[in-house]
C-alpha cells in the first residue's frame, strides 16, 4: 500500500478529536502577580506567570444560602469531546427557565465589566511594562469576546488530578477566582457554534448591532515550530496567489494570554469569554528566509485537512524548522469604530497529534478598548464605559441565538 501522510488520511465518516483551537482545557485559577515568565504548555496555549484565568456564573452563586435547587449541571452534548475523553462534558444551567429572565443586558454588562475592569486594567500595565524598549514596536495588545460554551471536565479526578465536579465544587471554582488562588476543577471552553447560530449571526446579528460589512478573505495560516524557540510557534497567515501558490501576509509568534475570564451566562444560550492577550510580529531575517521555503513548498489539496500538503521531505528544514499545524479559514468581517465581528469558518490539522476539525466561530475584536489599553489610558470610566456597550450589546445580540431568528 502506497504510504499516506496522517493528515491525509480519513477515518471512516468522523473527525478525530479536535486541537485545542476550539477547546481548550485549564483548571480555574489566578496565577500570582508579579512574576512574569511564560508558562508554555503541550498544546502550545501560552499563558503569561502573571495570567489571570478563572470563571464565574451569571447569576452567582448566593454566597449565604443553599442554591441547589436554583442550578443544576447537566451533560452537554459534544462529540469531540466524548471522543476524547469517554464522557459528556458538563455544563451549569438554571433549575428553573422562570429565573432566566433575571438578568437584564443592562444589569449583566454592569456586573461583568465591575468584575473585570479591575483585572483588565492591571494585566495591561503588566503586558506593556514587560516588554524590552527596542520591541515595542512589534508586540500588540488584543481585547477579544468569544462565543461558546463553558464545559467542565466529569472525571478530570481520574485523568488529570482535577476534583470531581459538583455545585460545591464549581460554587468553590468561583470563589476561588474571586480570592485569586486556584481550583482543581477542570474546565474548557468551546468556541464551535451550532451552525443555525452562525447563520443567524450573518442575517440579523450585523444588522441588530449596526455594524458594517468590512472584508470577506480566505487564508491558510501555516504553523511552524522553531526547536531554538520551542515554547513558542510561529503563524504564518498566508492568501492564494494565481498559480496556485502562497503568498505570505505576516508572520506572528502565537499569542500570549494575559487574561482570561469565562461567564456561564446561565439565561442565555451562549457562554462568553473575555480575553485580554499580546502577539509580536517576527521581523528576524534568518528565520523568515527559513519560513519562506517551507510555505513555498505547499501544495493546495481540498481532500486534506487543512487544506496543504508538502511533498515528502519538505515538512522540515535540517533539525531546526518544521511543519506543526495548518489552518485553512474563510472570514468575514463587519464593524464599527469600536469593535469588529468575525464569523469564521476554519478547517485546521495539527501535524503532532494527528488530529483535526472544522469549526463556526464569533470573535468580537474590542478594538477600540485595545487602542487604549495600548496608549496607556488612564481614563478606568471611559474605559469601563466602552467595556459595558460592548458586553450589552453582545448579550443583547449574540448570546440567545434564537431570539434572533
Not at 310 to 327: A, H, N, T, Y
Request: aromatic fraction near 6%; glycine fraction near 6%; charged fraction near 25%.
Amino acid at each position: 500500500m502506497a504510504y499516506l501522510p496522517p493528515h491525509k488520511r480519513r477515518s471512516d465518516g468522523s473527525d478525530p478529536a479536535p486541537p485545542t483551537s476550539s477547546l481548550g482545557s485549564l483548571s480555574i485559577s489566578s496565577s500570582p502577580r508579579g512574576r512574569h515568565q511564560l508558562r508554555p504548555s503541550n498544546n502550545k496555549i501560552i499563558h503569561a506567570a502573571g495570567c489571570v484565568s478563572r470563571w464565574s456564573p451569571l447569576p452567582p452563586f448566593s454566597p449565604d444560602s443553599d442554591d441547589a435547587d436554583s442550578f443544576r449541571l447537566e451533560p452537554f452534548a459534544c462529540e469531540p469531546v466524548e471522543r476524547k475523553t469517554g464522557a459528556k462534558p458538563l455544563v451549569l444551567s438554571l433549575s428553573s427557565p422562570k429565573a432566566s429572565s433575571a438578568s437584564s443586558a443592562e444589569a449583566a454588562a454592569a456586573a461583568i465589566a465591575e468584575r473585570f475592569l479591575p483585572e483588565l486594567l492591571a494585566a495591561a500595565k503588566r503586558a506593556t511594562h514587560d516588554v524590552p524598549s527596542k520591541e515595542e514596536a512589534v508586540v500588540k495588545l488584543s481585547l477579544v469576546a468569544r462565543v461558546g460554551k463553558v464545559l467542565f471536565q466529569p472525571n478530570a479526578g481520574v485523568h488529570s488530578g482535577g476534583s470531581h465536579v459538583s455545585l460545591d465544587s464549581l460554587r468553590d471554582a468561583a470563589k476561588a477566582g474571586n480570592e485569586g488562588s486556584k481550583s482543581q476543577v477542570r474546565k474548557s471552553f468551546y468556541t464551535n457554534v451550532p451552525r443555525e447560530c452562525f447563520q443567524d449571526m450573518e442575517l440579523s446579528l450585523v444588522k441588530l448591532m449596526g455594524l458594517e460589512s468590512d472584508s470577506s478573505k480566505e487564508h491558510y495560516h501555516v504553523k511552524i515550530l522553531d526547536k531554538h524557540q520551542s515554547d513558542s510557534t510561529m503563524s504564518c497567515k498566508c492568501t492564494v496567489q494565481e498559480g496556485g501558490k502562497l503568498a505570505i501576509h505576516k508572520v506572528e509568534l502565537n499569542q500570549i494570554r494575559q487574561l482570561v475570564e469565562d461567564i456561564s451566562c446561565l439565561s442565555q444560550d451562549l457562554d462568553l469569554r473575555l480575553m485580554l492577550s499580546t502577539k509580536k510580529i517576527l521581523k528576524n531575517p534568518e528565520v523568515e528566509k527559513a519560513i519562506h521555503s517551507l510555505v513555498s513548498s505547499a501544495i493546495l489539496d481540498p481532500d486534506v485537512k487543512g487544506g496543504l500538503r508538502w511533498p515528502f521531505g519538505k515538512e522540515s528544514i535540517g533539525e531546526r524548522f518544521s511543519i506543526v499545524g495548518v489552518w485553512h479559514t474563510n472570514y468575514k468581517a463587519f464593524g464599527n469604530k469600536t469593535l469588529r465581528l468575525y464569523l469564521r469558518h476554519a478547517d485546521r490539522f495539527d501535524h503532532r497529534s494527528s488530529t483535526g476539525e472544522v469549526s463556526n466561530e464569533v470573535t468580537f475584536k474590542l478594538t477600540g478598548i485595545s487602542k487604549r489599553l495600548q496608549d496607556g489610558s488612564k481614563e478606568a470610566d471611559s474605559v469601563k464605559e466602552m467595556l459595558e456597550s460592548a458586553v450589552r450589546m453582545i448579550w443583547d445580540s449574540a448570546l440567545c441565538y434564537k431570539m434572533a431568528r
